[in-house]
C-alpha cells in the first residue's frame, strides 16, 4: 500500500483571519472535498486553537500535537458539519474535547509536576506590590498551570473560553455543552479556587484585597 | 493613564464579578489593563486571578509565526492524507471473521505444542498444572498437561505448559483475543 503523502508549500501570511460567514462556506466547499478550502480553514483557525489548547494543557508541544488532532478530527468529520453551527464554535468543542481527554490521561503526573514547581521556586522572585505587573508571559503562564491543577476539566476548559479567550458565556455553552447558568457556575467557582491557590502558593503575586472584592454577586 | 476607562475601572470590574460585562465591555477592560499599569495594579488588588485575563489580553506571542503556521498546516495536510490512504484499506480487515480466523489459527498452534510436548500424559483436567506453580517449587513428578486461565477483564487467554524434564524452560502463551494479525 502506497500512502500519499501531500506536501504544501505556501504564501506564508501574518495572523490570518476569516470571518465566520467565510468560515462557513470554506467548510462546505472541504465537505465537497476542496483541499484548497481546507487548508485555508486550517490556516485560518490554527492561531487560536493553538493558544487555547497552550492554555489548556500548558505544554506547547502537547498543544500543537492536539491541535493537529482537532483538525484531523475536523477533517474526518466534515461530512456531519452542520452549517447552523459557527465553524469555530465546531472546532473549538472538538479541541476541548480532546484536550479533556489529554488532562484525564496525564492525571496525577501534571499534578505533581506542578507542586514541584512550586517547591523549586519558591523565594525566589520579587515580593513588592508590583510584582506581578514586572512577570514575564512565561512565569505568569507557569503560574497559571500550577494553580490551575486545582480546576476540574469543565472549570478549566470554560475559564480559558471565558475569561482568556474571551467567548462570550453563550458560545462558550455551545462549546462545553451545558446550559449558560452551569458555564457561570463553573466560571465563579474557577475564579475563587484559582483566586485561593495563587493566595495560598504565590503570595507575592495576589495583593491583599479589600472584604468581598473579586467575590461573584450575581 | 487612558482617561475615558480610568474613572470606569471600579464599575467595569463590579460587572465582571457578577459575569455582567457585555463583549464590548469586556474587549475595552482588557485592553485597558493590559496597557494601564495604574489600573492594572487596583485591578489585581480587586481580584489577582486578573493576573492571567491580563496575559492573555497581551498574547501576542500566540501567534505562530507564518513560517510556523504553514509548517503546521501542511503536517495537518499530510495527516488527513494518510489517513484518506488508509480509509481505502478492505473494511474486512478489521472484521470478526478474521479475528475469529486468528484465533482458530492461534488455538491450533497452541493444540500442536501440547499434542508434542505432552503425548501420552493423562487428560484428567484435574491434573492440571497450577499457573501459580511456575515461579514456584516443581512437584518431583511432572506434568505435561496446559494449564489455563482466562484473564476475561483484558480479553486475554494464558496457556502455560510445564517443561517436560526437570530444568527445562516452561512454555507460555498470551493470547488476546482482540489482537488484531
Redesign the interface.
Known amino acids: 500500500m502506497a500512502i500519499q503523502l501531500v506536501h504544501v508549500r505556501r504564501t506564508p501570511r501574518e495572523g490570518t483571519t476569516i470571518e465566520p460567514r467565510d468560515e462557513r462556506r470554506l467548510a462546505e466547499l472541504a465537505k465537497a472535498g476542496d483541499e484548497d478550502a481546507f487548508a485555508e480553514l486550517v490556516r485560518g483557525r490554527s492561531d487560536s486553537v493553538v493558544a487555547f489548547l497552550r492554555r489548556m494543557l500548558g505544554d506547547p508541544e502537547d498543544a500543537r500535537d492536539v491541535a493537529q488532532l482537532t483538525f484531523l478530527r475536523v477533517w474526518e468529520n466534515l461530512p456531519r458539519y452542520d452549517p447552523t453551527w459557527a465553524f469555530s464554535t465546531w472546532v473549538f468543542r472538538i479541541a476541548g474535547n480532546l484536550a479533556i481527554d489529554a488532562l484525564r490521561a496525564r492525571g496525577t503526573r501534571a499534578r505533581t509536576l506542578a507542586e514541584s514547581f512550586r517547591v523549586v521556586r519558591g523565594g525566589l522572585l520579587a515580593t513588592e506590590p508590583e510584582a506581578p505587573l514586572r512577570l514575564s508571559q512565561e512565569e505568569i503562564r507557569r503560574v497559571f498551570d500550577a494553580c490551575a491543577t486545582v480546576l476540574s476539566e469543565k472549570q478549566r476548559i470554560v475559564f480559558v473560553l471565558r475569561e482568556l479567550e474571551e467567548k462570550e458565556s453563550r458560545e462558550v455553552a455551545e462549546i462545553v455543552g451545558c446550559r449558560e447558568s452551569t458555564v457561570r457556575n463553573h466560571l465563579f467557582q474557577a475564579r475563587r479556587l484559582l483566586r485561593e491557590e495563587l493566595r495560598r502558593r504565590f503570595p507575592e503575586y495576589a495583593p491583599a484585597a479589600r472584604p468581598g472584592a473579586g467575590e461573584a454577586r450575581a | 493613564m487612558n482617561v475615558p476607562v480610568c474613572p470606569r475601572l471600579g464599575d467595569l470590574l463590579?460587572k465582571r464579578?457578577?459575569?455582567?460585562l457585555s463583549?464590548s465591555e469586556?474587549?475595552l477592560l482588557?485592553g485597558h489593563l493590559a496597557s494601564c499599569?495604574g489600573c492594572?495594579?487596583e485591578a489585581?488588588?480587586?481580584?489577582?486571578?486578573l493576573?492571567?485575563?491580563r496575559?492573555?489580553?497581551?498574547?501576542a506571542?500566540?501567534?505562530?509565526t507564518?513560517?510556523a503556521?504553514?509548517h503546521?498546516?501542511?503536517?495537518?495536510?499530510?495527516?488527513?492524507?494518510?489517513?484518506?490512504?488508509?480509509r481505502?484499506?478492505p473494511v474486512s480487515r478489521t472484521g470478526l471473521g478474521l479475528r475469529i480466523a486468528a484465533s482458530l489459527l492461534l488455538a491450533a498452534s497452541v493444540a500442536g505444542v501440547w499434542y508434542v510436548r505432552g503425548r501420552g500424559a493423562s487428560t484428567s483436567p484435574e491434573r492440571a498444572f497450577p499457573v501459580a506453580d511456575a515461579a514456584g517449587a516443581r512437584p518431583a513428578q511432572v506434568e505435561t498437561l496446559p494449564a489455563v486461565e482466562d484473564v476475561g477483564a483484558v480479553g486475554a487467554v494464558v496457556y502455560q505448559f510445564p517443561a517436560s524434564k526437570p530444568g527445562e524452560p516452561t512454555v507460555v502463551f498470551v493470547v488476546d483475543r482482540n489482537a488484531d494479525i
Not at chain 2, 44 to 49: K, Q
Not at chain 2, 61 to 64: G, I, P
Not at chain 2, 72 to 86: E, I, K, M, N, Q
Open positions: 463590579e464579578d457578577g459575569d455582567r463583549l469586556e474587549r482588557a499599569d492594572a495594579a489585581l488588588r480587586h481580584d489577582p486571578v493576573l492571567f485575563a496575559d492573555a489580553a497581551r498574547g506571542s500566540d501567534v505562530l507564518a513560517e503556521r504553514e503546521f498546516v501542511g503536517d495537518v495536510l499530510a495527516a488527513t492524507a494518510a489517513a484518506r490512504a488508509g481505502r484499506l
